[in-house]
T-cell receptor
């Protein structure tokens, strides 16, 4: 059981370039989300989705786009990379968007450096 | 609005000593509380969670936490530290609603264990 899979694991971008971080889950989870982790800041929510075709903004959405065309996939797009987007990105999923006590499962992360 | 405060960004203990990691939360709705652990270069793994019911929650690897509503706290403890417990620990709160199971994280506490 693969769980939550993120690709790539590492990426270096030049300022202004665009790219997509991939996230896929095989647990048929309804709810998916993206976080960024920065030293001393914990994890901050970027975007989330409560089901296919439904997305919404989290705490730090600027500079990122998401879409959810299938239950399994939730890609995160950087439109024009900036050094401030250098971070570790985590994708998470949980089986219900309505049951608040459900556990979130995390991917292994994508370490992104923007130069 | 919900928030989480972890007191102490770095905690150091000796092997065999008590581990105490502090977490206080703020929530306008009954909270669902979580502790996650992150080992170096890994994703986040659930240690334990509080949803409803018993206020003393037992998790994996000998950790436990007690929900104290009057103190708005959810401190994590382990009676005897092991070297393998060295990691970063995150407290998180989820209140459901429109954002579903979106987690609000504290800034994390790094645990160091010396022999």
């Amino acid at each position: 059981n693969a769980g939550v899979t993120q690709t790539p694991k590492f990426q270096v971008l030049k300022t202004g370039q665009s790219m997509t971080l991939q996230c896929a889950q095989d647990m048929n989870h309804e709810y998916m989300s993206w976080y960024r982790q920065d030293p001393g800041m914990g994890l901050r929510l970027i975007h989330y989705s409560v089901g296919a075709g439904i997305t919404d903004q989290g705490e730090v959405p600027n500079g990122y786009n998401v879409s959810r065309s299938t239950t399994e996939d939730f890609p995160l797009r950087l439109l024009s990379a900036a050094p401030s987007q250098t971070s570790v990105y985590f994708c998470a999923s949980s089986y219900s968007s309505r049951a608040s006590g459900t556990e979130a499962f995390f991917g292994q992360g994508t370490r992104l450096t923007v130069v | 609005a919900q928030s989480v405060t972890q007191l102490g960004s770095h905690v150091s203990v000796s092997e065999g000593a008590l581990v105490l990691l502090r977490c206080n939360y703020s929530s306008s709705v009954p909270p669902y509380l979580f502790w996650y652990v992150q080992y170096p270069n890994q994703g986040l793994q659930l240690l334990l969670k509080y949803t409803t019911g018993a206020t003393l929650v037992k998790g994996i690897n000998g950790f436990e936490a007690e929900f104290k509503k009057s103190e708005t706290s959810f401190h994590l403890t382990k009676p005897s530290a092991h070297m393998s417990d060295e990691a970063e620990y995150f407290c998180a709160v989820s209140g459901g609603g429109q954002a579903g199971t979106a987690l609000i994280f504290g800034k994390g506490t790094t645990l160091s264990v010396s022999s």
